[in-house]
């Protein structure tokens, strides 16, 4: 998600590099940005609720309801909750 992304760097990196990452990403040069639906943030609701015993925030959940509609299954991610959604393989 571009909210996380961009909030990793600024904290972990910089605020300067955030910025240069999110105009990049605004860009569409080398990605794609695609928003949420209504049906994907209820989709999201969903997800969140039906998986108490993780500890996945409602952003992870948006990110699993988003892959679910665009049939991505591989996701390049450092949060470990990618590898515990069945149906997704966390990359590295």
């Keep these: 998600m571009v909210d996380e992304l961009l909030t ?6 910089a ?3 955030a910025v240069e990452a999110g105009r990049w990403l605004w860009a569409e040069k080398f990605s794609e940005v695609v928003f949420l639906s209504g049906a994907e943030i209820r989709e999201a609701w969903r997800i969140f609720q039906s998986h108490r015993d993780k500890k996945w925030s409602f952003t992870d ?3 699993f309801a988003l892959m679910r509609r665009h049939r991505i299954t591989r996701a390049f991610a450092f949060d470990h909750h990618f590898a515990q959604m069945p149906g997704i393989r966390r990359l590295p």
């Design 8 to 13: 990793l760097l600024k904290v972990r990196v």
């Design 15 to 17: 605020g300067a590099a």
């Design 61 to 63: 959940c948006t990110s």
